[in-house]
């Protein structure tokens, strides 16, 4: 009889263990917040997304608004085209301008809302015309290095 409560308790804790495991593993996913409210679809092309993964947040004002549903690449124009899923209660005007920007020095990255002055909120499925592209670590310290090599030379 002894035995028999001993393997309940082990075995309710494990699946205590487990449970938690489950709800931290869809934590660090960005899963955690499927279906939870109405959302509306909008858009943006970068030149470049760096390291933006579908299910990024977007934020405004360090506020999470919504998430990154899908990146395609436009044939005809050449840029990576950004689908998000913005929730219903949050309303942007027309000229809010998108940015792909990272959290911290090297953590991952998001696509950052502001807003603009405009009256005229978007649309759902309207594409965002101003956006600025990730900067990429790698450009910024050649620029710096050629500059200064440039720089350099004319002495």
């Keep these: 009889m002894e035995r028999s409560t001993i393997d309940l308790w082990v075995g309710l804790f494990m699946v205590a263990g487990l449970g938690a495991l489950t709800i931290l593993a869809l934590k660090v ?9 109405e959302t509306y679809q909008l ?3 970068f030149t470049n997304i760096g390291g933006l993964k579908p299910r990024a947040a977007v934020k405004s004002s360090g506020v999470v608004v919504g998430r990154v549903s899908g990146i395609i690449f436009d044939n005809e124009k050449f840029v990576a085209r950004v ?3 913005i929730d219903s209660r949050y309303k942007f005007p027309q000229d809010t301008s998108a940015s792909i920007l990272t959290a911290g020095l090297l953590g991952e990255q998001y696509v ?4 603009g002055a405009e009256d005229k909120p978007l649309t759902p499925g309207a594409t965002l015309k101003l956006t600025q592209s990730a900067v990429v670590l790698e450009k910024l310290i050649s620029q710096f290095m050629y500059s200064k090599a440039d720089g350099s030379a004319g002495k």
């Design 112 to 115: 950052g809302f502001e807003g």
């Design 43 to 45: 858009s943006a092309e």
């Design 29 to 37: 996913g960005n899963m955690g917040s499927v279906g939870s409210n």
């Design 83 to 85: 689908s998000m899923n």
